[in-house]
Protein backbone atom coordinates (compact mmCIF):
# COMPACT_ATOMS: atom_id res chain seq x y z
CA UNK A 1 0.00 0.00 0.00
CA UNK A 2 1.37 3.30 -1.06
CA UNK A 3 1.86 5.84 2.32
CA UNK A 4 0.37 9.85 2.16
CA UNK A 5 2.77 12.05 1.10
CA UNK A 6 3.23 14.28 4.87
CA UNK A 7 4.06 17.25 2.70
CA UNK A 8 0.33 17.10 1.09
CA UNK A 9 -1.41 16.92 4.09
CA UNK A 10 0.06 19.43 6.22
CA UNK A 11 -1.46 22.62 6.90
CA UNK A 12 0.92 26.03 6.77
CA UNK A 13 1.14 26.07 10.54
CA UNK A 14 2.53 22.04 10.35
CA UNK A 15 5.08 23.37 7.90
CA UNK A 16 5.90 26.12 10.03
CA UNK A 17 6.33 22.99 12.96
CA UNK A 18 7.88 21.18 11.17
CA UNK A 19 10.63 23.80 10.09
CA UNK A 20 11.18 25.12 13.42
CA UNK A 21 12.03 21.97 14.81
CA UNK A 22 14.26 20.71 11.85
CA UNK A 23 16.32 23.50 12.73
CA UNK A 24 16.68 22.85 16.52
CA UNK A 25 17.67 19.38 15.15
CA UNK A 26 20.14 20.90 12.58
CA UNK A 27 21.90 23.03 15.08
CA UNK A 28 22.17 20.01 17.51
CA UNK A 29 23.57 17.77 14.81
CA UNK A 30 26.23 20.56 14.03
CA UNK A 31 27.05 21.00 17.39
CA UNK A 32 27.34 17.25 18.97
CA UNK A 33 29.58 15.08 16.20
CA UNK A 34 30.18 12.26 18.92
CA UNK A 35 28.48 10.49 21.55
CA UNK A 36 30.36 12.80 24.21
CA UNK A 37 29.18 15.86 23.21
CA UNK A 38 25.68 14.58 22.15
CA UNK A 39 25.46 13.28 26.79
CA UNK A 40 27.54 16.67 27.77
CA UNK A 41 24.70 18.78 25.64
CA UNK A 42 21.84 16.55 26.55
CA UNK A 43 22.68 16.55 30.29
CA UNK A 44 23.28 20.49 30.24
CA UNK A 45 19.54 20.90 29.30
CA UNK A 46 18.30 18.22 31.24
CA UNK A 47 19.23 20.10 34.29
CA UNK A 48 17.35 22.93 32.83
CA UNK A 49 14.29 20.86 32.62
CA UNK A 50 13.44 19.50 36.20
CA UNK A 51 15.43 16.00 35.75
CA UNK A 52 17.90 15.59 38.48
CA UNK A 53 20.98 12.81 38.76
CA UNK A 54 19.99 9.34 40.18
CA UNK A 55 22.92 8.62 41.20
CA UNK A 56 23.23 11.61 43.44
CA UNK A 57 19.42 11.13 44.35
CA UNK A 58 20.69 7.73 45.62
CA UNK A 59 23.42 8.72 46.96
CA UNK A 60 21.37 10.98 49.41
CA UNK A 61 18.88 8.77 49.99
CA UNK A 62 15.67 10.34 47.84
CA UNK A 63 12.61 8.79 47.56
CA UNK A 64 11.28 9.00 44.42
CA UNK A 65 7.67 8.97 43.40
CA UNK A 66 5.31 9.63 40.18
CA UNK A 67 5.94 12.72 38.25
CA UNK A 68 9.69 12.68 39.78
CA UNK A 69 12.68 13.05 36.41
CA UNK A 70 15.82 11.40 37.04
CA UNK A 71 18.58 10.69 34.65
CA UNK A 72 21.94 9.12 34.69
CA UNK A 73 25.06 8.78 32.55
CA UNK A 74 27.14 6.13 32.06
CA UNK A 75 30.87 7.22 30.93
CA UNK A 76 30.42 10.22 29.15
CA UNK A 77 29.24 8.48 26.38
CA UNK A 78 25.59 7.07 27.37
CA UNK A 79 22.55 7.94 29.47
CA UNK A 80 19.27 7.20 30.12
CA UNK A 81 16.46 9.38 31.60
CA UNK A 82 13.14 8.23 33.39
CA UNK A 83 10.00 9.93 33.45
CA UNK A 84 8.19 8.00 36.62
CA UNK A 85 4.38 7.02 35.26
CA UNK A 86 1.47 6.53 37.72
CA UNK A 87 1.39 2.98 37.21
CA UNK A 88 3.58 0.02 39.52
CA UNK A 89 7.17 -0.28 37.63
CA UNK A 90 5.97 -3.85 37.51
CA UNK A 91 3.59 -3.12 34.69
CA UNK A 92 6.45 -2.05 32.43
CA UNK A 93 7.73 1.34 31.15
CA UNK A 94 7.53 2.70 27.73
CA UNK A 95 10.97 2.93 26.18
CA UNK A 96 12.85 4.31 22.96
CA UNK A 97 16.02 3.50 22.78
CA UNK A 98 18.31 4.98 20.55
CA UNK A 99 22.12 4.87 19.79
CA UNK A 100 24.37 8.22 19.67
CA UNK A 101 27.42 6.91 17.75
CA UNK A 102 28.01 7.11 14.10
CA UNK A 103 30.90 5.72 11.76
CA UNK A 104 34.76 7.85 11.79
CA UNK A 105 37.84 7.58 11.69
CA UNK A 106 39.57 6.75 15.54
CA UNK A 107 42.85 7.77 16.02
CA UNK A 108 45.26 4.79 17.16
CA UNK A 109 46.89 5.29 20.58
CA UNK A 110 50.16 6.08 18.51
CA UNK A 111 49.13 8.34 15.81
CA UNK A 112 51.67 10.82 15.33
CA UNK A 113 54.00 10.31 12.33
CA UNK A 114 55.96 11.95 9.79
CA UNK A 115 56.98 10.74 6.50
CA UNK A 116 58.77 12.31 3.20
CA UNK A 117 58.11 15.92 5.44
CA UNK A 118 54.63 15.72 5.96
CA UNK A 119 53.14 15.14 9.37
CA UNK A 120 50.36 12.30 9.92
CA UNK A 121 47.60 11.05 12.08
CA UNK A 122 47.41 7.11 12.25
CA UNK A 123 43.69 5.90 12.19
CA UNK A 124 41.80 3.24 12.62
CA UNK A 125 38.03 3.22 10.95
CA UNK A 126 34.99 2.63 13.24
CA UNK A 127 31.71 0.77 12.10
CA UNK A 128 30.12 -0.07 8.46
CA UNK A 129 32.15 2.76 6.06
CA UNK A 130 32.82 3.00 2.53
CA UNK A 131 36.34 3.69 2.83
CA UNK A 132 37.21 5.63 -0.62
CA UNK A 133 34.46 7.85 0.45
CA UNK A 134 36.31 9.57 3.73
CA UNK A 135 39.32 10.69 1.02
CA UNK A 136 39.78 14.27 -0.28
CA UNK A 137 37.33 15.08 2.49
CA UNK A 138 37.67 18.50 5.12
CA UNK A 139 37.63 16.67 8.17
CA UNK A 140 37.85 17.93 11.91
CA UNK A 141 39.00 16.53 15.25
CA UNK A 142 36.82 16.14 17.86
CA UNK A 143 37.52 14.39 21.53
CA UNK A 144 39.21 13.96 24.35
CA UNK A 145 42.58 13.13 25.93
CA UNK A 146 42.98 12.17 29.27
CA UNK A 147 46.42 13.02 31.02
CA UNK A 148 48.16 10.95 33.39
CA UNK A 149 47.27 13.18 36.21
CA UNK A 150 43.76 12.76 35.06
CA UNK A 151 43.46 15.92 33.56
CA UNK A 152 40.99 16.16 30.53
CA UNK A 153 41.58 18.23 27.68
CA UNK A 154 38.64 18.69 25.04
CA UNK A 155 39.46 18.59 21.41
CA UNK A 156 37.49 20.12 18.61
CA UNK A 157 39.46 21.90 15.82
CA UNK A 158 38.18 22.18 12.41
CA UNK A 159 34.39 23.48 12.40
CA UNK A 160 35.23 27.36 13.19
CA UNK A 161 35.88 29.52 10.19
CA UNK A 162 39.19 30.66 11.68
CA UNK A 163 40.07 26.95 12.29
CA UNK A 164 42.60 24.80 10.19
CA UNK A 165 40.83 21.47 8.68
CA UNK A 166 42.67 17.98 7.97
CA UNK A 167 42.42 15.34 5.12
CA UNK A 168 43.37 12.27 3.93
CA UNK A 169 44.33 12.33 0.27
CA UNK A 170 43.67 10.66 -2.82
CA UNK A 171 45.72 8.94 -5.67
CA UNK A 172 45.64 11.83 -9.04
CA UNK A 173 43.31 10.15 -11.77
CA UNK A 174 46.47 10.56 -14.11
CA UNK A 175 48.28 7.79 -12.25
CA UNK A 176 44.99 5.93 -10.94
CA UNK A 177 44.79 3.15 -14.08
CA UNK A 178 45.70 0.38 -10.93
CA UNK A 179 43.75 1.75 -8.29
CA UNK A 180 40.81 2.33 -10.77
CA UNK A 181 40.84 -1.55 -11.78
CA UNK A 182 40.46 -2.72 -7.97
CA UNK A 183 37.11 -3.74 -6.36
CA UNK A 184 35.51 -0.28 -4.22
CA UNK A 185 36.35 -2.22 -0.89
CA UNK A 186 40.24 -2.55 -1.81
CA UNK A 187 40.38 1.15 -3.82
CA UNK A 188 41.23 2.75 -0.31
CA UNK A 189 43.01 -0.02 2.43
CA UNK A 190 42.26 0.96 5.69
CA UNK A 191 45.67 1.27 6.55
CA UNK A 192 45.94 3.74 3.62
CA UNK A 193 42.98 6.51 5.67
CA UNK A 194 45.91 8.15 7.46
CA UNK A 195 44.93 12.33 8.28
CA UNK A 196 48.00 15.16 6.62
CA UNK A 197 48.25 17.27 9.59
CA UNK A 198 50.93 19.62 8.84
CA UNK A 199 54.60 19.86 6.78
CA UNK A 200 56.54 23.16 8.25
CA UNK A 201 59.30 21.52 10.21
CA UNK A 202 60.49 22.70 13.66
CA UNK A 203 63.55 25.29 14.08
CA UNK A 204 66.91 24.49 15.48
CA UNK A 205 68.17 26.13 18.28
CA UNK A 206 70.41 28.69 17.52
CA UNK A 207 73.78 27.34 18.02
CA UNK A 208 72.33 23.95 18.54
CA UNK A 209 74.16 21.62 15.85
CA UNK A 210 72.48 18.54 16.60
CA UNK A 211 70.14 16.61 13.78
CA UNK A 212 66.24 16.85 14.83
CA UNK A 213 64.69 14.02 14.10
CA UNK A 214 61.50 13.92 12.09
CA UNK A 215 60.99 17.99 12.30
CA UNK A 216 58.05 18.35 11.12
CA UNK A 217 56.37 15.91 13.40
CA UNK A 218 58.63 17.98 16.44
CA UNK A 219 56.60 21.20 14.92
CA UNK A 220 53.09 19.32 15.27
CA UNK A 221 54.17 18.22 18.62
CA UNK A 222 55.48 22.01 19.44
CA UNK A 223 52.36 23.17 17.98
CA UNK A 224 50.19 20.96 20.85
CA UNK A 225 51.81 21.28 23.86
CA UNK A 226 51.95 25.14 23.28
CA UNK A 227 47.99 25.31 22.85
CA UNK A 228 46.83 22.05 24.62
CA UNK A 229 49.57 21.71 27.15
CA UNK A 230 49.72 18.05 26.00
CA UNK A 231 52.71 15.60 24.93
CA UNK A 232 52.60 12.90 22.17
CA UNK A 233 52.84 9.97 25.17
CA UNK A 234 49.40 11.57 26.30
CA UNK A 235 47.85 10.11 23.03
CA UNK A 236 48.05 6.85 24.39
CA UNK A 237 44.57 7.68 26.87
CA UNK A 238 42.79 9.31 24.52
CA UNK A 239 39.75 9.02 22.42
CA UNK A 240 39.94 11.70 19.61
CA UNK A 241 37.49 10.92 15.98
CA UNK A 242 38.25 12.38 12.80
CA UNK A 243 34.79 13.94 11.53
CA UNK A 244 33.28 15.78 8.58
CA UNK A 245 33.91 19.13 9.40
CA UNK A 246 30.99 22.05 8.56
CA UNK A 247 27.62 22.43 9.73
CA UNK A 248 24.46 20.73 8.92
CA UNK A 249 22.96 21.90 5.98
CA UNK A 250 18.95 22.88 4.45
CA UNK A 251 19.87 20.79 1.35
CA UNK A 252 17.21 21.19 -1.62
CA UNK A 253 15.67 24.03 -3.44
CA UNK A 254 12.97 23.78 -1.04
CA UNK A 255 14.88 23.44 2.07
CA UNK A 256 12.81 20.07 2.58
CA UNK A 257 15.43 18.01 3.60
CA UNK A 258 19.23 17.89 5.79
CA UNK A 259 22.25 17.29 4.79
CA UNK A 260 24.95 16.34 8.00
CA UNK A 261 27.16 13.84 9.28
CA UNK A 262 25.48 11.59 11.77
CA UNK A 263 22.10 10.98 11.08
CA UNK A 264 22.28 7.72 12.00
CA UNK A 265 21.33 7.16 14.63
CA UNK A 266 21.30 10.83 15.88
CA UNK A 267 18.45 11.95 13.97
CA UNK A 268 16.30 9.28 16.11
CA UNK A 269 18.10 9.78 19.47
CA UNK A 270 17.29 13.43 19.46
CA UNK A 271 13.48 13.31 18.78
CA UNK A 272 13.61 10.54 21.38
CA UNK A 273 15.42 12.87 23.86
CA UNK A 274 12.66 15.93 22.85
CA UNK A 275 9.36 13.32 23.31
CA UNK A 276 10.79 12.43 26.85
CA UNK A 277 11.08 16.30 27.57
CA UNK A 278 7.09 16.53 26.99
CA UNK A 279 6.16 14.11 29.75
CA UNK A 280 4.97 15.02 33.29
CA UNK A 281 3.74 12.53 34.71
CA UNK A 282 3.07 9.95 32.54
CA UNK A 283 0.76 6.31 32.93
CA UNK A 284 3.68 4.44 32.43
CA UNK A 285 7.31 4.97 33.45
CA UNK A 286 8.49 6.91 30.51
CA UNK A 287 12.56 6.25 28.85
CA UNK A 288 14.68 7.69 26.98
CA UNK A 289 17.68 5.28 26.13
CA UNK A 290 20.73 6.72 24.32
CA UNK A 291 23.45 4.23 23.73
CA UNK A 292 27.12 4.02 22.41
CA UNK A 293 28.75 1.17 20.13
CA UNK A 294 25.88 0.74 18.84
CA UNK A 295 27.85 0.55 15.09
CA UNK A 296 30.30 -1.77 16.14
CA UNK A 297 28.32 -4.25 18.13
CA UNK A 298 26.77 -3.14 20.84
CA UNK A 299 29.10 -4.05 22.93
CA UNK A 300 31.74 -2.99 26.11
CA UNK A 301 30.55 -0.62 29.27
CA UNK A 302 28.85 1.85 27.24
CA UNK A 303 26.89 -0.48 24.98
CA UNK A 304 23.65 -1.85 24.85
CA UNK A 305 25.00 -5.08 26.37
CA UNK A 306 26.45 -3.97 29.08
CA UNK A 307 23.77 -4.19 32.54
CA UNK A 308 23.91 -0.22 32.74
CA UNK A 309 20.36 0.41 31.94
CA UNK A 310 19.30 -2.71 34.24
CA UNK A 311 21.26 -1.56 36.74
CA UNK A 312 20.24 1.62 36.82
CA UNK A 313 16.26 0.93 36.78
CA UNK A 314 17.27 -1.59 39.68
CA UNK A 315 18.64 1.77 41.38
CA UNK A 316 15.28 3.59 40.23
CA UNK A 317 12.80 0.56 42.04
CA UNK A 318 15.08 0.95 44.80
CA UNK A 319 14.74 4.80 45.48
CA UNK A 320 10.81 4.32 44.92
CA UNK A 321 10.41 1.80 47.38
CA UNK A 322 9.44 -1.07 45.61
CA UNK A 323 12.71 -3.00 44.02
CA UNK A 324 13.24 -6.88 44.76
CA UNK A 325 15.06 -8.81 41.76
CA UNK A 326 11.38 -10.52 40.98
CA UNK A 327 9.82 -7.14 40.74
CA UNK A 328 12.72 -6.20 38.38
CA UNK A 329 12.38 -8.90 35.95
CA UNK A 330 8.26 -8.52 35.75
CA UNK A 331 9.06 -4.41 35.00
CA UNK A 332 11.77 -5.10 32.03
CA UNK A 333 9.68 -8.00 30.38
CA UNK A 334 6.31 -6.03 30.41
CA UNK A 335 7.95 -3.20 29.19
CA UNK A 336 7.29 -2.04 25.27
CA UNK A 337 10.24 -0.42 23.17
CA UNK A 338 10.83 1.46 20.20
CA UNK A 339 14.07 0.88 19.21
CA UNK A 340 14.70 4.17 17.91
CA UNK A 341 16.93 3.48 14.34
CA UNK A 342 17.42 4.91 11.14
CA UNK A 343 15.89 3.08 7.98
CA UNK A 344 17.13 2.97 4.09
CA UNK A 345 15.09 5.17 2.15
CA UNK A 346 14.36 4.22 -1.41
CA UNK A 347 17.05 5.89 -3.70
CA UNK A 348 16.00 6.31 -7.24
CA UNK A 349 19.52 6.14 -8.26
CA UNK A 350 19.70 2.61 -6.93
CA UNK A 351 16.38 0.84 -7.80
CA UNK A 352 17.41 -2.58 -7.93
CA UNK A 353 18.99 -3.26 -4.45
CA UNK A 354 14.90 -2.11 -2.79
CA UNK A 355 11.63 -4.15 -2.96
CA UNK A 356 9.18 -0.96 -3.96
CA UNK A 357 6.13 -2.77 -2.08
CA UNK A 358 8.25 -3.06 1.51
CA UNK A 359 11.11 -0.20 1.40
CA UNK A 360 11.11 3.55 2.86
CA UNK A 361 10.47 6.66 1.15
CA UNK A 362 10.80 10.16 1.99
CA UNK A 363 8.27 12.51 2.85
CA UNK A 364 6.17 9.47 4.35
CA UNK A 365 6.62 9.50 7.86
CA UNK A 366 8.35 7.71 10.66
CA UNK A 367 9.08 3.97 9.59
CA UNK A 368 8.27 0.55 11.00
CA UNK A 369 11.00 -2.01 10.59
CA UNK A 370 8.82 -5.39 11.99
CA UNK A 371 12.24 -7.07 11.59
CA UNK A 372 15.64 -6.29 10.09
CA UNK A 373 19.07 -8.80 9.92
CA UNK A 374 20.06 -10.53 7.32
CA UNK A 375 18.88 -12.74 3.98
CA UNK A 376 16.77 -14.99 6.56
CA UNK A 377 15.80 -12.71 9.09
CA UNK A 378 19.16 -13.80 10.91
CA UNK A 379 19.84 -11.19 13.90
CA UNK A 380 16.62 -9.72 13.64
CA UNK A 381 14.22 -9.32 16.35
CA UNK A 382 11.27 -9.66 14.31
CA UNK A 383 8.04 -7.49 16.07
CA UNK A 384 5.46 -9.70 17.30
CA UNK A 385 1.98 -8.94 14.76
CA UNK A 386 -0.09 -8.18 17.93
CA UNK A 387 2.34 -5.36 19.28
CA UNK A 388 2.45 -4.18 15.30
CA UNK A 389 -1.34 -3.90 15.11
CA UNK A 390 -1.23 -1.68 18.35
CA UNK A 391 1.13 0.54 16.84
CA UNK A 392 -0.74 1.03 14.41
CA UNK A 393 -3.98 2.28 15.81
CA UNK A 394 -1.85 4.21 18.37
CA UNK A 395 -0.17 6.10 15.42
CA UNK A 396 -3.54 6.34 13.76
CA UNK A 397 -5.35 8.09 16.64
CA UNK A 398 -2.55 10.34 17.20
CA UNK A 399 -2.55 11.42 12.97
CA UNK A 400 1.40 10.37 12.78
CA UNK A 401 2.17 9.80 9.12
CA UNK A 402 4.14 6.02 9.35
CA UNK A 403 5.19 3.86 7.00
CA UNK A 404 6.16 0.18 7.03
CA UNK A 405 9.97 -1.24 5.32
CA UNK A 406 12.47 -3.82 5.21
CA UNK A 407 16.30 -3.33 4.60
CA UNK A 408 16.29 -3.76 0.71
CA UNK A 409 15.97 -7.10 -1.22
CA UNK A 410 15.99 -10.13 0.78
CA UNK A 411 19.65 -11.60 -0.41
CA UNK A 412 20.55 -7.92 -1.00
CA UNK A 413 22.03 -7.65 2.52
CA UNK A 414 20.96 -6.52 5.59
CA UNK A 415 21.59 -4.90 8.96
CA UNK A 416 20.74 -4.66 12.91
CA UNK A 417 20.04 -2.38 15.87
CA UNK A 418 19.56 -2.70 19.76
CA UNK A 419 16.08 -4.11 19.64
CA UNK A 420 17.32 -7.93 20.08
CA UNK A 421 18.91 -7.16 23.02
CA UNK A 422 16.18 -5.28 24.50
CA UNK A 423 13.95 -8.37 23.38
CA UNK A 424 16.52 -10.63 25.49
CA UNK A 425 14.34 -9.44 28.44
CA UNK A 426 10.88 -10.34 27.08
CA UNK A 427 9.91 -6.64 26.39
CA UNK A 428 7.64 -5.99 23.22
CA UNK A 429 10.31 -4.37 20.14
CA UNK A 430 10.31 -2.86 17.24
CA UNK A 431 12.67 -0.79 14.89
CA UNK A 432 10.94 2.65 14.27
CA UNK A 433 12.80 5.17 12.75
CA UNK A 434 13.61 8.10 9.93
CA UNK A 435 14.78 7.02 6.19
CA UNK A 436 18.17 8.19 5.29
CA UNK A 437 19.89 8.73 2.16
CA UNK A 438 23.59 7.78 1.54
CA UNK A 439 23.36 6.06 4.80
CA UNK A 440 26.95 5.25 7.11
CA UNK A 441 28.22 8.16 4.29
CA UNK A 442 30.41 11.22 5.43
CA UNK A 443 27.22 13.02 4.66
CA UNK A 444 23.66 11.38 4.88
CA UNK A 445 20.51 13.24 3.80
CA UNK A 446 17.12 12.78 5.95
CA UNK A 447 13.88 14.44 5.59
CA UNK A 448 12.43 17.30 7.86
CA UNK A 449 8.91 16.08 7.51
CA UNK A 450 9.90 12.47 8.70
CA UNK A 451 11.92 13.81 11.54
CA UNK A 452 8.79 15.43 13.00
CA UNK A 453 6.53 12.72 12.16
CA UNK A 454 9.45 10.66 14.54
CA UNK A 455 8.56 12.99 17.21
CA UNK A 456 4.92 12.79 17.10
CA UNK A 457 4.98 9.27 17.21
CA UNK A 458 7.53 8.55 20.22
CA UNK A 459 5.28 11.21 22.27
CA UNK A 460 2.33 9.60 21.63
CA UNK A 461 4.15 5.95 22.46
CA UNK A 462 5.40 7.47 25.46
CA UNK A 463 1.71 8.42 26.51
CA UNK A 464 0.19 5.40 25.36
CA UNK A 465 -1.73 3.55 27.73
Known amino acids: MERDLTWENYTEQQKKDVFEFAEKYRRFLSDCKTERECVDGFVEQVQSEGFTDLKEAVKNGAKLKAGDKVYAVNCGKAMVLYVIGKRPMEEGMRILGAHIDSPRLDLKQNPVYEDTGLAMLDTHYYGGVKKYQWVTLPLALHGVIIKKDGTKVTVNVGEKPEDPVFGISDLLIHLAAEQLEKKANKVIDGENLDILIGSIPAEKEKGDTAEIKDRVKANILNILQKEYGIEEE ?127 YFGRGLVFNKYTGSRGKSGSNDANAEYVGELRRLMDENHVFFQTSELGKVDQGGGGTIAYILANYGMQVIDSGVAVLNMHSPWEIISKADLYEAYKGYVAFLKSV
Open 234 to 360: DFLSAEIEAVPAGAARDYGFDRSMIMGYGHDDRVCAYPSFEAILQMEEPEYTSVCLLVDKEEIGSVGATGMQSRFFENMTAELMEAMGCYSELALRRALAASKVLSSDVSAAFDPNYPSVMEKQNAA
